[in-house]
């Protein structure tokens, strides 16, 4: 496979879901329209310029990150509630799990939440970090049910010189016991805008930046309502903010419970606490 399958954003959700599932990842074009992403860089541009780079090998030494980026921004709300990415991370992980209580066998549906946020810069210069899966996070095992489905959005073009996103199609559905090989992987290419969406099993890495100029990502992850979330986002969004969120990004923020019966305050729902800000 040379590249992904390109969506636009006003695709079948089916068709978007069957390719991820198929090939582990997708680019969505004009993911984010132009005065999101204008609003993105005015909020997030001074910080990162101001962030020192990451001190070692995995995250990149010519690499900057940028974290907490709900608390910067009220611009990643339409990242997060994108119709694709949300409605996909939907269909891919909130499936029906089986169990008895009692003589009773119920389905129960699981939430999904935000887990980690972050803009990664890679300067002229940085190599390529190793090929990973996310969900290692997780110490997922391969193949399995879906339990992340993440963003990143290019707020600067992504070419293969300047370190677009490398991703193996197709290694989603690979056992633990299988390495990931450089030669099977394919760049990113997309503009400023776009945004490709993978699953947590997928092998990928940061790729080498060969250019002159910086190349500039945010990304989300979506995970699984039962995992601990990557970033701790009730630290590292201050509770005024997250009041001030829309309710379904304050439940994709951690205030919600996830059936049947994780992460309740005072045995009632946890976004009452916000109501009382
Ligand atoms: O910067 C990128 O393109 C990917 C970074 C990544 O995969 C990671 O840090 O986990
Ligand atoms: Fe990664």
């Known amino acids: 496979m040379e590249e992904l399958t390109r969506f636009r954003p006003d695709a079948d959700l089916d068709s978007f879901v069957a390719a991820l599932e198929r090939d582990g990842g997708a680019v969505v074009e004009d993911f984010a329209d132009p005065e999101t992403l204008a609003a993105l860089w005015a ?27 709900f608390a910067r921004t009220r611009h990643v709300v339409p990242l997060v509630t994108q119709p694709l990415y949300l409605g996909a991370a939907r269909a891919l992980m909130q499936r029906p799990v089986p169990m008895w209580i009692g003589r009773s066998q119920v389905d129960v549906t699981p939430s999904i939440q935000i887990s980690g946020t972050q803009v990664i810069q890679i300067d002229p210069g940085q190599g390529k970090q190793p090929l990973h899966r996310d969900d290692a996070l997780h110490l997922r095992r ?34 633990d016991d299988q390495a990931p090989d450089a030669s099977a992987s394919v760049p990113t290419r997309m503009r400023a805008g ?26 989300i992850a979506l995970d699984l309502g039962n995992l601990r979330q990557e ?13 001030d969120l829309p309710e379904e990004v304050q439940r994709l923020l951690g205030y919600d419970r996830c059936p049947p019966g994780l992460g309740w305050l005072e045995m009632d729902d946890p ?6 800000d």
């Not at 909020?43 to 980026?69: A, E, I």
């Not at 976004?271 to 009382?276: C, I, M, P, W």
């Open 43 to 69: 909020d997030l541009g001074p910080p990162l310029d101001s962030t020192p780079y990451c001190g070692d090998w995995y995250n990149g030494t010519r690499t900057r990150r940028l974290s907490s980026l």
């Open 142 to 175: 391969h193949p399995g049910p879906v339990s992340r489905l993440q963003m990143m959005l290019a707020m600067s073009d992504f070419t293969a010189e300047n370190g677009g996103t490398q991703v193996i199609p197709g290694s989603h559905l690979w056992d």
């Open 194 to 219: 776009s945004a490709l969406v993978w699953e947590g099993g997928v092998y990928h890495n940061g790729g080498r930046n060969t250019s002159e100029e910086p190349r500039t990502g945010l990304t």
């Open 231 to 243: 970033e701790n986002q009730y630290l590292a969004v201050p509770r005024v903010i997250a009041a």
């Open 271 to 276: 976004r009452l606490a916000l109501d009382s």
